[in-house]
């Protein structure tokens, strides 16, 4: 009556200390990060520094990347870069040096495309095509409309030409609208339509200027010598003359 009862003891939970059969209890396992955690984890470790603000790039968006440059990756931020290439272009620098310190490398246009947007590659693409051709007499369309670029080419000298955009004819040696009839010194002193409808009908008519008193006169038979002894006199006689044949051809004008 007088023994006490034990409780068994689990044999599971009891472990000998000089039974080395039994094996040692598994660590618990570390769980593997993901691709996400892992790429937060090396961002918090490098702070990479934009060379342009000295700003730090935390969002790996921010990065401006260029693989098709040969000077590699440069620690820039994608804002700067933008700044960087519109200020270059305002500044008609069509060759755009890497910003990078000791890069005697470029940037890549085709690289950078989608950086800074259609707008300002089409920018960058005319002041490379420009920089290209510096080498040729160049002018402007004067049609205020079109201001398309055209260049000569061909060599010499060259003065009447047409505009391969808007199809219109002009001055190549003063810039102006074509002056049919007239030099270009004169090509400013044009008022109105009279003026201009009669250049064309000289150059229709293949008038020439009198070698002394610089009125248009008609060549006949190949006369040169003989011709405008006394223009001055006649002078009236011509101005009456051109007016007519302008009525004949182009209708009435106004004086």
């Known amino acids: 009556m007088g023994n006490n009862l034990t409780t068994p003891q689990n044999p599971q939970l009891t472990q000998d200390p000089n039974n080395h059969d039994e094996p040692p209890p598994r660590p618990t396992p570390t769980p593997t990060p993901t691709p996400q955690q892992e790429q937060q984890r090396q961002q918090n470790q490098t702070v990479i520094t934009c060379e342009i603000c000295i700003e730090p790039m935390i969002s790996p968006r921010q990065i401006f990347k260029s693989p098709n440059n040969k000077c590699g990756p440069h620690p820039f931020c994608k804002d700067c870069m933008i700044k960087y290439i519109q200020s270059k272009l305002d500044d008609n620098v069509s060759r755009i040096p890497c910003p990078a310190l000791n890069c005697s490398q470029f940037l890549d246009p085709r690289s950078c495309r989608s950086l800074v947007g259609p707008q300002l590659f089409v920018k960058w693409c005319d002041s490379l095509c420009e920089s290209a051709v510096m080498g040729y ?17 061909c060599g010499g000298i060259v003065k009447k030409a047409t505009c391969p955009n808007c199809k219109r004819p002009f001055c190549f040696q003063c810039k102006l609208p074509w002056h049919a009839g007239f030099r270009c010194e004169e090509s400013g002193e044009l008022r109105d339509r009279n003026d ?44 009456v003359l051109a007016t007519v044949l302008l009525c004949a051809a182009y209708g009435s004008f106004d004086f």
């Open 137 to 153: 007499p160049r002018c402007y369309c004067p049609n205020r409309n079109c201001s398309a670029m055209i260049l000569n080419e």
């Open 196 to 239: 201009r409808a009669f250049g064309v009908l000289v150059e229709q008519k293949n008038w020439r200027r009198c070698p002394r008193c610089q009125h248009f006169v008609e060549l006949i038979e190949d006369a040169m010598p003989l011709f405008a002894t006394s223009v001055e006199d006649r002078s009236i006689s011509i101005g």
